[in-house]
């Protein structure tokens, strides 16, 4: 089936530190990417997303590329502000109308 | 707009209560979802409707029964719920045949079961 692994572990950095929080997926077909944020007391936000090997999704200067020949979809960041501190999903979708997610990562950026 | 509402914000009910979630959506979507997300964990889907029938039934306790009364709205009608099931619910929606079916997510609603 369909599966999504990040990267374990929350991830503490410093204010305009590079972010880069690790995403690999295991799928038959073709599956579109997905990041999702979740502020603290707060739903899931789409950040950004791909559609097809090689697209670029990019949001609020976050970006990931999908990556066939890795089965990546890496999300990253060039400098983190701390009201980027929040809950980091990546998911993918098959069309069967299932998301499957990874676990997430709890993201702290310190001022 | 990419807006999904959820009422009300929190809910704390006793395990001989009942209760009802609400789910609003009007970007002409004719998917949408129930979640429930634990503490520092991904959601798990619990029902999905397409074109108000209910498509997907992950094989959730027969105490939360889902209603879906139009093409906006969804429900999720809670009765004799028990402490475990308190959670954050999540509403999502997604247009039917989009490219990659992406989900929007509502606020959720926090329940506290007593």
């Known amino acids: 089936g369909n599966s999504v692994t990040q990267m374990e572990g929350p991830v503490t950095l410093s204010e305009e530190a590079f972010l880069t929080i690790n995403c690999t997926y295991t799928?038959?077909?073709?599956?579109?990417l997905f990041w999702y944020v979740q502020y603290p007391g707060e739903g899931l936000q789409l950040l950004l997303k791909a559609t097809k090997a090689d697209d670029k999704g990019s949001n609020k200067g976050f970006e990931a590329t999908y990556r066939k020949e890795t089965t990546s979809f890496h999300l990253e960041k060039g400098s983190v502000q701390v009201s980027d501190s929040a809950v980091y999903f990546c998911a993918l979708s098959d069309g069967n109308n299932r998301l499957a997610f990874g676990k997430g990562n709890q993201v702290v950026v310190i001022p | 707009d990419t807006e999904v509402t959820q009422t009300p914000k929190h809910l704390v009910m006793g395990m001989t209560n009942k209760k009802s979630l609400k789910c609003e959506q009007h970007?002409?979507?004719?998917?949408m979802y129930w979640y429930k997300q634990k503490a520092k964990k991904p959601p798990e889907l619990m029902f999905v409707?397409?074109?108000?029938?209910?498509?997907i039934n992950e094989s959730v306790p027969s105490r939360f029964s889902p209603e879906c009364p139009n093409s906006s709205l969804l429900n999720l009608h809670l009765h004799a719920l028990q402490p475990e099931d308190s959670a954050l619910y999540l509403c999502?929606?997604?247009?039917?045949?989009?490219?990659?079916?992406?989900?929007?997510f509502g606020p959720g609603t926090r329940l506290l079961v007593l």
């Open positions: 970007m002409g979507h004719r998917a």
């Open positions: 999502a929606s997604s247009q039917v045949g989009d490219q990659g079916e992406t989900q929007y």
């Open positions: 799928a038959t077909g073709y599956p579109s």
């Open positions: 409707y397409s074109y108000e029938k209910l498509s």
